[in-house]
T-cell receptor, first 112, second 114 residues
């Protein structure tokens, strides 16, 4: 069935490097996308979102890129810090739907 | 955790017992959601509600029940019909108007069936 998925289940980076977490989605009718960060034993926290009429959106140290042609979403974290270690989820909203569809998540491990 | 509280944080129950998980929000959000998360997995939608006294089944509603008598409260009951209830349960809420559709999550309740 249609789903939001991730290319890499685990990503290991060195502290200070940039991280890129990828996500593929299959429904071209999706109009809104979100990235969440979840630390162990806690609820997900909002990082950044983007609407389908945009290609790029920047936050503090994070950038989300949306490529509608290939149905691909990515989260870039600049100067990755140990506190960035967590599981990152992408989620999509199907246009007109009242719910989000979540991907399986990518674990980001930051090494000193 | 953004104005959403879940209680208790840890819950143990014996097989065959029903148990109710609490979720309260003070964000004045119209919509509330319940998700289940298994180890190393993503979030699966159990039930959601967009207005008081109305709710819809999500992808894995079997063995669960909810009520929405008040805007700020959306309790989830895990019934004895749920065959594998041990999991981490997350409640979320969101506005239905405005620019985005961000869901705010509570801290979660970890349910263990003994």
């Amino acid at each position: 069935g249609e789903s939001v998925g991730l290319h890499l289940p685990t990503l290991s980076v060195q502290e200070g490097d940039n991280s890129i977490i990828n996500c593929a989605y299959s429904n071209s009718a999706s109009d809104y996308f979100i990235w969440y960060k979840q630390e162990s034993g806690k609820g997900p926290q909002f990082i950044i979102d983007i609407r389908s009429n945009m290609d790029k959106r920047q936050g503090q140290r994070v950038t989300v890129l949306l490529n509608k042609t290939v149905k691909h979403l990515s989260l870039q974290i600049a100067a990755t810090q140990p506190g960035d270690s967590a599981v990152y989820f992408c989620a999509e909203r199907r246009a007109g739907a009242g719910k989000l569809i979540f991907g399986a998540g990518t674990r980001l491990a930051v090494h000193p | 955790d953004g104005g959403i509280t879940q209680s208790p944080k840890y819950l143990f129950r014996k097989e065959g017992q029903n148990v109710t998980l609490s979720c309260e929000q003070n964000l004045n959000h119209d919509a509330m959601y319940w998700y289940r998360q298994d180890p190393g997995q993503g979030l699966r939608l159990i039930y959601y509600s967009q207005i008081v006294n109305d709710f819809q089944k999500g992808d894995i509603a079997e063995g669960y029940s909810v009520s929405r008598e008040k805007k700020e409260s959306f309790p989830l009951t895990v019934t004895s019909a749920q065959k594998n209830p041990t999991a981490f349960y997350l409640c979320a809420s969101s506005t239905l108007s405005g620019v985005g559709y961000e869901q705010f999550f509570g801290p979660g309740t970890r349910l263990t069936v003994l």
